[in-house]
């Protein structure tokens, strides 16, 4: 059974870098050919991928995010982390890490393993 846990701060100020790191368990990270990725749901709005790592090591950012997103992974650690630069108001959201099990799921927004979630407040 795969496990994933979203860690991280749940304020963070103005202009400031958002970072989140999952935690997996339950299966590796580089295993092929499976998709990890970061999405987000703001209050009261659909479920928003911001982007994936996948098991290669190759990244895909959210064209309208894409130019604050940053996706990594510590494979020693069995993580993947997101850092959300420059955050506003508008990045407030809940948080999730997710495993889509195919390319085309992942574009789909399609996953068969999620973490509960953290709540982001970007606020000052």
């Known amino acids: 059974q795969v496990q994933l846990q979203e860690s991280g701060p749940g304020l963070v100020k103005p202009s400031q870098t958002l970072s989140l790191t999952c935690t997996v368990s339950?299966?590796?990270?580089?295993?092929?050919?499976?998709?990890w990725s970061w999405i987000r749901q703001p209050p009261g709005k659909g479920l928003e991928c911001l982007g994936y790592i996948a098991y290669s090591g190759s990244t895909y950012y959210s064209p309208s995010l894409k130019s604050r997103t940053s996706i990594s992974r510590d494979t020693s650690k069995n993580q993947f982390t997101l850092q959300l630069r420059s955050v506003t108001p508008e990045d407030t959201a809940v948080y999730y890490c997710?495993?889509?099990?195919?390319?085309?799921?992942?574009?789909?927004?399609?996953?068969?393993?999620r973490g509960q979630g953290t709540q982001v407040t970007v606020s000052s």
């Open positions: 339950g299966g590796s990270i580089t295993t092929t050919a499976y998709y």
């Open positions: 997710a495993r889509a099990p195919s390319i085309a799921a992942a574009v789909r927004n399609e996953y068969d393993y």
